[in-house]
């Protein structure tokens, strides 16, 4: 029997999620996105007490070919310069899951993913920082996956893909990557949103609303200013993780549409079935 197999499988099936983890002073000032993200962290521990993990992908573990997280204990990696000292103070304790790795990487194998493990793999911020909103207890393990170097969308939706199976097995599938990330345009401050952050987001959210998976995945070439919402795709990418694993649940529930410093939206979703 399978790892995967060993473990009961809940009456219901956990919502995959999106979060823009935006600047790292986001673990300091965490807007509205934050509090909301605590919020619904609560509710979802409420309705499944199941919960036994969280596989989350970052844009700051970028790597040759997809590889997983195995330690027991990652450390939390400060992967940031210039900011004030009490950033550098932040720890974000939370356990890691070999048992939940060695799920991870049977099932990127089983659907042809050549894989591996890393043993030593600390959490960057893209993992950490909205973490420390979501489940600020640090209290719920969690297992990173690398973002493949030259991966489009395609490939990482289907790394999400392979993964969709843990939703009901008490697993939490995270994107973790920003809705817009033009940082050529990051002067500090808070202004108004930028025009083309708000065209764009809402294209997005409109063609989640439609279910329109191929539009999704074109965005590049279909969607409003989407090479000034992103020069490189990395930091867009996740939500591709989380849109595989949600498969056919498209309805997006958001828990933010906030915007700070003008250009970085901060938008953040769960994907679920509209049923």
Do not use: C
């Amino acid at each position: 029997m399978s790892a995967t197999a060993a473990h009961a499988v809940p009456s219901t099936t956990i919502p995959a999620l999106f979060v823009s983890h935006g600047a790292p002073l986001f673990a300091l000032d965490a807007g509205t996105t934050g509090p909301a993200l605590t919020q619904w962290g609560e509710g979802l521990k409420a309705q499944y007490p199941g919960l036994r993990g969280v596989v989350i992908m970052s844009p700051h573990w970028m790597a040759r070919g997809p590889q997983v997280m195995t330690g027991p204990q990652p450390a939390t990696w400060h992967d940031f310069g210039g900011f004030p000292p009490a950033l550098y103070e932040l720890q974000y304790p939370a356990p890691g899951s070999p048992a939940l790795a060695d799920e991870v990487l049977g099932l990127l194998q089983a659907a042809g993913v050549a894989s591996q493990g890393d043993a030593a793999r600390p959490f960057d911020h893209g993992a950490w920082v909205p973490l420390m909103h979501l489940f600020p207890q640090a209290d719920v393990p969690v297992v990173q996956v690398a973002l493949p170097v030259g991966a489009g969308p395609a490939d990482v939706y289907a790394l999400g893909a392979a993964l969709r199976s843990l939703r009901s097995q008490g697993v939490l599938v995270v994107g973790s990557g920003s809705m817009t990330h033009n940082l050529a345009e990051f002067f500090g401050g808070e202004r108004e949103p930028a025009p083309y952050v708000l065209e764009f987001s809402r294209w997005i959210e409109s063609a989640l609303e439609r279910g329109d998976m191929r539009a999704l995945l074109n965005y590049r070439s279909e969607a409003p200013h989407a090479r000034r919402a992103h020069p490189t795709e990395d930091h867009f990418l996740p939500i591709f993780f989380a849109l595989g694993a949600a498969g056919d649940d498209l309805h997006a529930h958001y828990l933010s549409r906030e915007v700070m410093y003008s250009m970085l939206s901060m938008d953040a979703f769960a994907l679920q079935s509209a049923r």
